[in-house]
Each structure stands twice: as structure tokens, then as C-alpha cells.
Nanobody
């Protein structure tokens, strides 16, 4: 049984930075694509960024150039570096793991709150 645990969220001022972490356990980390999603109040959950097992990345247009996703196989952890934060980035951020071959093998973290406000 796989588990994902997010951390690093909090309250920051506009223009500030945060680094989110997602620690994976109970899975073969290098067989999963990883992603960050977010859900703001009253909104649907949306894709923020993904990273494949080979290190290829993809970003939502709204965060391109400001956010960076990375993964560390030694730590079984995926990161989201968020810079130049805006109030519209406020949301609960969720970590996701998707097996590269087995569609039914996927996991979600519990989420971590990011609030951007002055």
C-alpha cells in the first residue's frame, strides 16, 4: 500500500516563495510519474506540474516560469519550488503518483494548504 505525504505549505506574501515536498513510501518510486495538483475554494482540482520517471516535466500555463517540479530518487520525494507567488496560487496542493504501466496503480496525498496573502 503506497502513501504520499505532502509538507511545506503555509502562508506567504505575494511575490514570496515556498517549497513543497511529497514523500512517497510503499511504492516503487522510479516506476511512477509524479505530479502536483491544486484545488482552490469553489474550484475543480487542476494539474499544476508533472514529472516523468525520465525527468521530463510539464506545467500548467498559469505557473510556467514560476514553479519547478523535481524528483529525488534517493529520497523517494518529489518537490515543487514555487516562486513569485500570487494570491491566485492559493489552494490545497496535492501530490499524485501514477504507475507508468498499470493504470489502476495510483495514489494521492492528503494535501497541504498554500495561502498567498498580504
Amino acid at each position: 500500500q503506497g502513501q504520499l505525504v505532502e509538507s511545506g505549505g503555509g502562508l506567504v506574501q505575494p511575490g514570496g516563495s515556498l517549497r513543497l515536498s511529497c514523500a512517497a513510501s510503499g511504492i516503487s518510486f522510479n516506476r511512477y510519474s509524479m505530479g502536483w495538483y491544486r484545488q482552490a475554494p469553489g474550484k475543480q482540482r487542476e494539474l499544476v506540474a508533472t514529472i516523468t520517471t525520465g525527468g521530463s516535466t510539464n506545467y500548467a500555463d498559469s505557473v510556467k516560469g514560476r514553479f519547478t517540479i523535481s524528483r529525488d530518487s534517493a529520497e523517494n520525494t518529489v518537490y515543487l519550488e514555487m516562486n513569485s507567488l500570487k494570491p491566485e496560487d492559493t489552494a490545497v496542493y496535492y501530490c499524485n503518483a501514477q504507475h507508468v504501466r498499470m493504470v489502476s496503480y495510483y495514489y494521492w496525498g492528503q494535501g497541504t494548504q498554500v495561502t498567498v496573502s498580504s
